[in-house]
């Protein structure tokens, strides 16, 4: 019988851990299919960070580090410049990327260092059980705003796309988002266009996934869905934000 | 007889690590060191090597990280504010056993404290200023000759044990001028490195580098492994110096720029007709507890000197445990012990006075 539909042979044979309704899973395979289509696994070292996708080298194939609270683009910018012919990736949440790595990233994508960065946006910490991050949305209820994010207090949300797109030295940024077929089909291009910009030697290039935390949102999957076309996509809006 | 060259400190550091085969360096501007930097700056790309400057200190770490996990020789320095910052990397170096020497010409602190030389960050460098059971190989040379040894020294005892070697100086050291003489081929030794992220080329299995272990007794399990690492070093690779010691009365404890001025506290000491002796630690971690034991038997008393509160003190009260009497001379804030104040401490120890 043919074989019509498999797992990516950059995703190992594992189950993965993410909660019911969460987009992690939908973005690793994404991932992992552009690894497979490109044909470049063998010779990909990815950075995991801190965050529900701590330990996403038990899912990814390739060679990988787990990298400190938001360094990861400090970390592969190490591996890449000492192994400039290997590819590199970091797959970054929110809190990691827009919080607590916001040096790295911004002066990783001023350098134009050639790496790819997967940025999931969640608008929520997940792992330490659903706080306020940099994206979350005004009014947004979180356990750190259990009266609603309120700009006079907390400050607004942080478009990072838009923020790393005025520098000169990114190739590549595009926003996509993980809420239905159609856009998951979008945001499979992006990713495997990014790493394309790397194995052309381009520079920096980040896809930002609009991504769901049913969990921690305290919604359903259908409903976390909804949440990221009717509330997110407003503040977030998609599409390629740099290319040269 | 190799290539004999005046040199400052930090560029005897930087020329030690380029000999070594360390071509990759990542740091961040800080006095008194920022001269490794300029160095590599000016000499990595000649030999199609990387300097990068980082964005902040904890940037510069987390690219140490990356690039000796490729199993690439790596290096960073800084000062003390700087290696406060790098702590949370250091952890993470020593959790997942990736090799790198760290360059610490330590400044006095605390805060930004200020530019001259001092000895405060023993405690940092020695019992783990990051968090964690965790121990790196300090090793605190003397001379410039000795920062040119000690560097090339340093790379293969962190290869040779997956673990971050410090090279502990202080701003004289740093900043001061020698004659150092450089070997014509360097002794490296370069273990296999089986375990580096490299791109497995669908060849073996795949390679990871991590610290973190959420199963307790893994995580258990993961510390005992990195103690027996730790019992081995401090087996294998204590290094000391005994200096005129073989009938000293007293025995003085010194390291980096202080056991410089000890030594001439002994020769004066002796135009007195005192028989004072040198334990001089070169490696600061492991400390050298078997030094003791060959001294303190014909020995009546210790002095310590520090350029600080009196940090290493500890450990030498640890290992002459309380056998003897150790006595203590610190210096702050930049301040540089005076070899008169010791030999009056020396001459009230003899019971007599000047």
Redesign the interface.
Known sequence: MAIVFQKPKAL?DTAFHYCPGCTHGIAHRLVAEALDELDI?????G??SVGCS??S?DYF????????HG?AP??????????PD??VFTYQGDGDLAAIGT??I??AAARGENITVIFINNTIYGMTSGQMAPTTLLNQYTTTTPYGRIADHHGFPINVSEVLAVLDGPAYIERASLHDVKHIKKAKEAIKKAFTMQIMKKGFSMVELLSTCPTNWGLNPVEALNRIKNEMIPQYPLGVFKER | MGQRMLMKGNEAIAEAAIRAGCI?Y?GYPITPQTEIAHYMAKKLPKVNG?F?Q???E???I?????????G?R?MTSSSSPGISLKQ??LS?LAG?QVPAVVVNIVRAGPGLGGIQPSQSDYFQSCKGGGHGDYRQIVLAPSSVQELYELTVEAFNLSDKYRIVTIIQGDGILGQMMEVVEFRDTEPIERPETPWA???????RA???????HLNPAVLEQWNRNLQEKYNLIKEKETRYELYNTDDSDIIIVAYGTVARIAKSVIEKAKEEGFNVGLLRPITLWPFPQEAFEKVIDRTKAFITVEMSAGQMLEDVKLSVNGRRPVYFHGRMGGMVPERDDILKLIRDIYGKSA
């Open positions: 190992k696994e063998g010779k990909t070292i950075i995991a701590y330990n080298y194939a390739c060679d990988m580090i787990q990298a400190p360094r400090a970390v592969a910018t190490g591996v890449k410049r000492s192994k290997n590819i040096a790295e911004i002066h | 990759h990542f990387v990068l980082a964005e902040s904890v940037a510069a987390n690219m140490v990280y990356g690039a000796g996990s490729t690439t790596v949370e990397g993470y997942a992220v490299t791109g497995h080329e669908n060849k795949q390679n990871v580098i991590t610290s973190i």
